[in-house]
T-cell receptor
C-alpha cells in the first residue's frame, strides 16, 4: 500500500522567511497530492493541491512542486506570517483508489511556528 | 461550496454510554465519507470508509462492533461509539468528497471525553 513520509516534523522560521515541507510517497499509482493546514482544535483545511500531470502550482504565497520520478512533493510558503503557524499535512491518493475502500494516505504532519 | 457539518462538537459522558456522531455534506452529494481519529499532536488515522447504501470498510485494528457506521443517504453518515470507555476519548473527524481523486472536505470534528 501507499506510504507517505513527511519532513521535518517541526519547523520554526522567522516572520518573512520561507518555509519548505517535503513529502515522499511510495506508490507510483498515486496521482493526486493535497496539502492541508490544521490549526489547534480545528478541522484540516485544504490549502493547495497538485495532480500528477503538472510539476508546479502556485497560489499567492503558497506553492507546491511535484517530482514524479523521485516520488516527492513539497510545499513552499513564502513571506511567512504568524497566522501561518499550524500543523501541515500532506497526502497522496490515486483517483482510481480512494473510492474503493482506501483513502488518502496522510503524512505524519509538520508543526510550523512562525516567530514574530 | 463543499461544506461538511459534524455534530456534536463536544461530548462528555460516563463510561458505558453510547455516543452518536453525525456527519453531513451540506451542499454536495458524498458517495463516500471517511471517519478519522486523531490523537493529540498526531496525524489523522483512518478508521473506516463509509459508502452510501453499503457496509463500511474498516481499517485493520478498528472494531466494527465498537464503532458502528451507517451511511443511509448521500448526505449523511453516522458513527456510533458503543459502550464507550475512557480509552475511546479522542478527537473524531469525518470527511467527504465527490469522487475519486477529489479533495476531501472535513467536518469540524467531535471531541469525545469519557469519564
Amino acid at each position: 500500500g501507499e506510504n507517505v513520509e513527511q519532513h521535518p516534523s517541526t519547523l520554526s522560521v522567522q516572520e518573512g522567511d520561507s518555509a519548505v515541507i517535503k513529502c515522499t510517497y511510495s506508490d507510483s499509482a498515486s496521482n493526486y497530492f493535497p496539502w492541508y493546514k490544521q490549526e489547534l482544535g480545528k478541522r484540516p483545511q485544504l490549502i493547495i493541491d497538485i495532480r500528477s500531470n503538472v510539476g508546479e502550482k502556485k497560489d499567492q504565497r503558497i506553492a507546491v512542486t511535484l517530482n514524479k520520478t523521485a516520488k516527492h512533493f513539497s510545499l513552499h510558503i513564502t513571506e511567512t506570517q504568524p497566522e501561518d503557524s499550524a500543523v501541515y499535512f500532506c497526502a497522496a491518493t490515486s483517483s482510481f483508489r480512494d473510492n474503493y475502500g482506501q483513502n488518502f494516505v496522510f503524512g505524519p504532519g509538520t508543526r510550523l511556528s512562525v516567530l514574530p | 461550496g463543499a461544506v461538511v457539518s459534524q455534530h456534536p462538537s463536544r461530548v462528555i459522558c460516563k463510561s458505558g454510554t453510547s455516543v452518536k456522531i453525525e456527519c453531513r455534506s451540506l451542499d454536495f452529494q458524498a458517495t463516500t465519507m471517511f471517519w478519522y481519529r486523531q490523537f493529540p499532536k498526531q496525524s489523522l488515522m483512518l478508521m473506516a470508509t463509509s459508502n452510501e447504501g453499503s457496509k463500511a470498510t474498516y481499517e485493520q485494528g478498528v472494531e466494527k462492533d465498537k464503532f458502528l457506521i451507517n451511511h443511509a443517504s448521500l448526505t449523511l453518515s453516522t458513527l456510533t461509539v458503543t459502550s464507550a470507555h475512557p480509552e475511546d476519548s479522542s478527537f473524531y473527524i469525518c470527511s467527504a468528497n465527490t469522487g475519486g481523486g477529489q479533495p476531501q472536505h472535513f467536518g469540524d470534528g467531535t471531541r469525545l471525553s469519557i469519564l
